[in-house]
């Protein structure tokens, strides 16, 4: 069985339909149970079997409850959550900072960190976090969702560090640009921008190949290394998309 | 498969440039993705917008500067009934899609074009066609009922008993009277994947209309027709009919070896120039010679043997190409047909290329294309000139009372087009109404003052 949270998001969806073609039974959570309903019943017409549960990654317990109601421990869970932001607004008012950093970092952390324990109990499966490029390095245009991603890839490189011994592996994918509903309202440069099949494809190999940290489309590795080695003084004067 | 806001072009100051098929005309659009039916209210707000499927019209129909929305990530199923076949889905789906998951277990869309990376949208939208149309009619035949949203942001259901002057609209009338958001078809049975097929050749216009006419009780029949012949030979072809295999017959051969197989003529439009046509006459022969017999070919081949060369049309070069399609009544077609071939073949331009195939009845859209006749169809790469040619192509056509295909056109004019379809005002009058808030409008339907 294969776990898809935020399933309703358009990696989610396009990863939800990718592990279901691969023939995993699913089951899938969101917060929106209607959405939910909507592509669980996409995803029955086309032979796969669903489950669906609400989940909330900014409610307290929404990490216990959830594994709570699972009709078993899947064997593979992919997070999906997130969300952008826009940073002049949370600049401006630490409240929508707050919310912005506790759904990229410590929602999907602590459900990662849940799920985690129970594959280590059993000793077996794949737990899979959709990071970011942008927690590769702070930049002035994002760096409340930059360095809450920063943390999550932390928080998942750690766990595998923790994990390995015990037979679970943790895939972190680093995406640059997507093209989804997140990034609809930017302009993003065609040569450097994937689609959602793109990354549910690349999820799906590292998923069997059991690689660690992953990239999504040829030249990101690149712009991840170069983004991580200019100097400091030369970095804080760069203005970067 | 999922395929959301998927669309390379090339962002220009925050449009993007977007095309047709055909890569002729090419225009900055604002794009925008429509991922749930809800977030509609919020783009009827633009003034004036176009729903975009997978872009495989031609032409200028899936473009509009101010707004083009794209369907593709409305791609969820919505309900399948398998006692009566009745699918249920939204318009973005993909027919790739469609066939993948439903041929394997035995159903078949009525109709499907001769590709299958079309969206379920805009088959409604183009009412199109298939190699079945003189049995089966065209898409909209098959299609019970679509939900639409119209100018005012109302979803209103259209069938042939609700709305139905909206739905004699809507089929056939390229995405001008609102958004389909999910259309509710019938699936018909098949037995196994491989068609029963046999390609036969003929050898000038006559031989291949009167093949084709003789072809009417197989449920599969469509003409590759050789542009370049003249003379005594023109409008030789290979006409290739079939139906499909029940499970017996398909088994007792199996996959058909690629080798023994013809190649499809479909695929001499992606040749080019001179080769392709060499290519035509050697395949001419090569049926001649051998009688080609009934074999089974996979229904991918069959129907689309170009979707096999991914991005062919990027051959035609920078300019595009543009495919000129058009149908003439029986009584005219083979005078028209004729003066249309010899005069292709003595402008100096050169057609890749060509298909023939018998229509059945008028399409029951207001704008359907087919009518009771022959329609052929011929790719030109745009070079300085062609739109002169197509319009003396016109002219030859509505003067044989034939029309041409919007979903394939770029360069009709107005006058033009209203000799060939009759119902342009009813069509006008149940529009306007649809469009009480938002006017649905592309850069085709300016052109040609609709
Ligand atoms: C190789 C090839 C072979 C073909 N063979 C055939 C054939 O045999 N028979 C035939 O009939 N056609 C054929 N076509 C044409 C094709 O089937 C039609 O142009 C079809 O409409 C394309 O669908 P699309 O999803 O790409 O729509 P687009 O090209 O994106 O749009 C076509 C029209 O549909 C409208 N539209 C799309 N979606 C919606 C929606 N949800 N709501 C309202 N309007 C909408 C658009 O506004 C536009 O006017 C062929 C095309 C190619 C490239
Ligand atoms: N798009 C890119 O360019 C890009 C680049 C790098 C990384 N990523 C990462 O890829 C992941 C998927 O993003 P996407 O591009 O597919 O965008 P998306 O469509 O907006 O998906 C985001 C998903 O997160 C869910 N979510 C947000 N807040 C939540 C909450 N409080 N509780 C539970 N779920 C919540 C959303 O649920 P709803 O559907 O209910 O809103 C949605 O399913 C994100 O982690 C994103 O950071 C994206």
Redesign the pocket.
């Known amino acids: 069985m294969a776990l898809v ?8 969806r396009a990863v939800a339909r990718r592990l279901g073609r691969d023939g995993w039974q699913l089951q899938l959570a ?3 149970g209607q ?1 939910l309903e909507a592509e669980a019943r996409d995803l029955r017409l086309r032979g796969i079997s669903v489950e669906t549960h609400p ?4 409610s307290e317990d929404a990490g216990v409850s959830l594994l709570d109601a699972l009709s078993a421990t899947p064997d593979v869970a992919v997070c ?5 932001g826009d940073q002049s607004a949370a600049s401006d008012d630490w409240r929508t900072a707050e919310r912005l950093m506790r ?2 970092y410590n ?1 999907p952390a602590l459900l990662m960190g849940e799920l985690a324990n129970r594959f280590e109990q059993r000793g077996s499966g794949v737990l899979v976090g ?5 927690g590769e390095r702070g930049r002035g245009t994002n760096y409340t969702y930059g360095s809450a ?1 920063s943390g999550f890839t932390a928080f998942l490189s750690g766990l595998r560090n923790r994990l390995w011994r015990s037979g679970v592996h943790v895939v972190t994918v680093k ?4 093209r ?4 609809d309202h930017l302009d993003l440069p065609g040569l450097l921008t994937v689609d ?1 099949d793109q990354v549910a494809d690349r999820i799906a190999v590292a998923i069997r190949r059991s690689q660690d940290v992953v990239h999504v489309g040829r030249l990101w590795r690149g712009v991840s290394l170069v983004l991580r080695t200019i100097p400091e003084r030369l970095f804080k004067r760069m203005s970067l998309p | 498969m999922l395929a959301a806001g998927a669309e390379r072009g090339l962002r220009l100051m925050g449009t993007t440039e977007l095309a047709g098929w055909g890569r002729y005309p090419r225009v900055g659009c604002e794009l925008a993705t429509l991922r749930r039916e809800d977030e509609l209210c919020q783009r009827l707000g633009a003034s004036t917008l176009i729903a975009r499927g997978n872009g495989r019209s031609y032409g200028d129909a899936a473009l509009n500067p101010e707004l083009t929305l794209s369907m593709l990530a409305m791609d969820r199923l919505l309900s399948f009934d398998a006692e009566q076949g009745l699918l249920e889905c939204e318009a973005g789906v993909l027919l790739r899609d469609l066939l993948a998951l439903y041929a394997p277990r035995g159903w078949f869309p009525p109709v499907v074009p001769g590709t299958a990376e079309v969206t379920v949208g805009g088959m409604v939208a183009a009412d199109v066609h298939g190699k079945n149309h003189h049995g089966d009619g065209s898409f909209g035949s098959h299609v019970e009922s679509f939900r639409l949203a119209t100018g005012s942001g109302d979803i209103l259901t259209c069938s042939r008993d609700r709305n139905p002057d909206l739905f004699r609209a809507t089929v056939g009338g390229m995405g001008l009277t609102g958004v389909v958001l999910s259309v509710r078809f019938r699936l018909c049975r098949i037995e196994s994947e491989y068609v029963r097929a046999e390609t036969l050749g003929t050898a000038d216009l006559d031989a291949t209309m009167a093949t084709l006419a003789a072809s009417n009780d197989w449920r599969y029949s469509v003409a590759w027709i050789d542009p370049s012949a003249k003379g005594s030979i023109l409008g030789r072809g290979l006409v290739t009919r079939g139906d499909f295999a029940t499970d017996a017959t398909a088994a007792s051969r199996p996959t058909p070896a690629s080798r023994r197989q013809l190649p499809s003529p479909a695929l001499l439009s992606v040749g080019l120039n001179q080769a392709s046509i060499r290519m035509f006459d050697a395949l001419y022969h090569r049926v001649g010679r051998f009688r080609s017999g009934l074999r089974p070919v996979h229904y991918r081949s069959f129907f689309f043997p170009l979707d096999r060369v991914r991005g062919w049309n990027r051959l035609y070069g920078r300019r595009g190409f543009v495919q000129y399609q058009c149908v003439l009544p029986v009584a005219q077609s083979s005078r028209g047909l004729r003066a249309i071939l010899e005069h292709v073949a003595s402008s100096g331009h050169l057609a890749y290329l060509g298909v023939l195939k018998f229509f059945g009845r008028q399409g029951e859209g207001l704008l359907s294309f087919p009518m009771s006749g022959y329609t052929l169809a011929l790719d030109f790469p745009m070079r300085s000139g062609t739109v002169d040619l197509l319009d003396s192509l016109d002219e030859i056509t509505a003067s044989h009372g034939g029309r041409v295909y919007l979903a394939k056109d770029a360069c009709c004019r107005p006058d033009h087009l209203r000799e060939g379809y009759a119902n342009l005002e009813s069509f006008a009058e149940v529009r306007r109404a649809a469009m009480n808030g938002c006017e649905f409008s592309s850069v085709m339907s300016r052109r040609l003052g609709l």
């Not at chain 1, 999906?80 to 952008?84: A, S």
């Not at chain 1, 995406?175 to 997507?178: A, D, I, L, Q």
């Not at chain 1, 989804?180 to 990034?183: E, K, N, P, Q, S």
């Open positions: 949270l935020g399933a309703t998001g358009d990696i989610g969101a917060r929106d959405r989940c909330d990654v900014l999906t959550v997130g969300v952008l759904t990229n929602g959709i990071s970011s490029i942008a991603k995406p640059g640009y997507v989804t509903r997140m990034t959602p």
